[in-house]
């Protein structure tokens, strides 16, 4: 089955931070795709996404509007909006290291 794709707007890119506005209308996904950093996410919508996971694993993500979680580069996924509505966050990649001062 082909998926709409979620649309990515790049915020900030600089040195320290990526931020990217991910939107998901409903049905859209990323894509499998690997993160090579850490990265925050802080969803601006509630409800469940689908996630994809490398061996054929399937299971659902409750998120909450304004409730934010963390995760370590090396997460791979395919995230999709399986909600009947548009489903939108914002990811905060770091792209320093442990011990680095802001």
């Given at each position: 089955?082909?998926?709409?794709?979620?649309?990515?707007?790049?915020?900030i890119?600089?040195?320290?931070?990526?931020?990217?506005?991910?939107r998901?209308?409903?049905?859209?996904?990323?894509?499998?795709?690997?993160?090579?950093?850490d990265?925050?996410?802080?969803?601006?919508?509630?409800?469940?996404l689908?996630l994809r996971e490398p061996?054929?694993?399937?299971?659902?993500?409750?998120?909450?509007?304004?409730?934010s979680?963390?995760?370590?580069?090396?997460?791979?996924?395919?995230?999709?909006?399986?909600?009947a509505?548009?489903f939108?966050?914002?990811?905060i990649?770091?792209?320093?290291?442990?011990?680095?001062?802001?």
């Open positions: 089955m082909t998926r709409p794709a979620a649309v990515p707007t790049v915020q890119d600089n040195g320290v931070f990526r931020v990217t506005e991910w998901f209308a409903p049905g859209a996904a990323t894509g499998w795709h690997r993160h090579a950093l990265y925050v996410v802080v969803p601006m919508s509630t409800g469940r689908l061996g054929g694993a399937k299971r659902h993500a409750a998120l909450t509007a304004g409730v979680y963390s995760r370590p580069a090396g997460v791979e996924h395919d995230v999709i909006n399986d909600n509505t548009e939108v966050f914002i990811e990649e770091t792209k320093r290291t442990g011990g680095e001062a802001c």
